[in-house]
């Protein structure tokens, strides 16, 4: 079956730090790969998305991700983190079923600090 | 830019009431889904829905919810008797004519069941 692992519910930075909000998936198929991203009392924004052309993804507001198949990661980094930033960041996972199902994981909040 | 839009975007109903959220997909869309998160909890898949019919089904989706596409742009999730436990936010998604294109999610919903 196919699944998201996010590690660390939270995740905390300072302003101006690396941003690195890991994901794991599994899944016995080339996965199609996102990141969304949620502010408080808000809807889902997709930050970037990986579907099989380049591995590294670059999406908004600064954030990239890469996809390493051997170690079955997507992991979400940025440069420098802004206090903007400080939001619900989910990992998914979609999956050609019949559909387009969408499998999130459990969400990392991240805290940025002044 | 095209998006998903759903009504009401606060709905508070009585235990036991019938509600119906509404959303409009994107025109060109042919999946259509809806999604529930409980507060503080991650993203859960419900239902798929393509070519007027349900193709995908989560356990969360028994005998107490339906869907239909009751006109060529409305999308609609049915709950026909709410519990305190449906009190979530439910959000619609809709998904391009090509498989590889990932879903497009609205603003959501906030089901209050008191």
């Known amino acids: 079956a196919q699944s998201v692992t996010q590690l660390g519910s939270h995740v905390s930075v300072s302003e101006g730090a690396l941003v690195l909000l890991r994901c794991n998936y599994s899944s016995s198929v080339p996965p199609y790969l996102f990141w969304y991203v949620q502010y408080p009392n808000q809807g889902l924004q997709l930050l970037l998305k990986?579907?099989?052309?380049?591995?590294l993804v670059k999406g908004i507001n600064g954030f990239e991700a890469e996809f390493k198949k051997s170690e079955t990661s997507f992991h979400l980094t940025k440069p420098s983190a802004h206090m903007s930033d400080a939001a619900e960041y989910f990992c998914?996972?979609?999956?050609?079923?019949?559909?387009?199902?969408?499998?999130f994981g459990a969400g990392t909040r991240l805290f940025v600090k002044a | 830019e095209p998006e998903v839009t759903q009504t009401p975007s606060h709905q508070v109903t009585q235990m036991g009431q019938e509600v119906i959220l509404r959303c409009v997909p994107i025109s060109n869309h042919l999946y259509f889904y809806w999604y529930r998160q409980i507060l503080g909890q991650k993203v859960e898949f419900l239902v798929s829905?393509?070519?007027?019919?349900?193709?995908?089904k989560s356990e969360i989706f028994d005998d107490q919810f339906s869907v239909e596409r009751p006109d060529g742009s409305n999308f609609t999730l049915k709950i026909r008797s709410t519990k305190l436990e449906d009190s979530a936010m439910y959000f619609c998604?809709?998904?391009?004519?090509?498989?590889?294109?990932?879903?497009?999610f609205g603003q959501g919903t906030r089901l209050t069941v008191v």
């Open positions: 998604a809709s998904g391009g004519q090509f498989l590889n294109t990932e879903a497009f």
């Open positions: 998914a996972v979609s999956l050609n079923t019949g559909g387009f199902k969408t499998i």
């Open positions: 829905f393509y070519n007027n019919e349900i193709s995908e």
């Open positions: 990986y579907t099989s052309a380049a591995t």
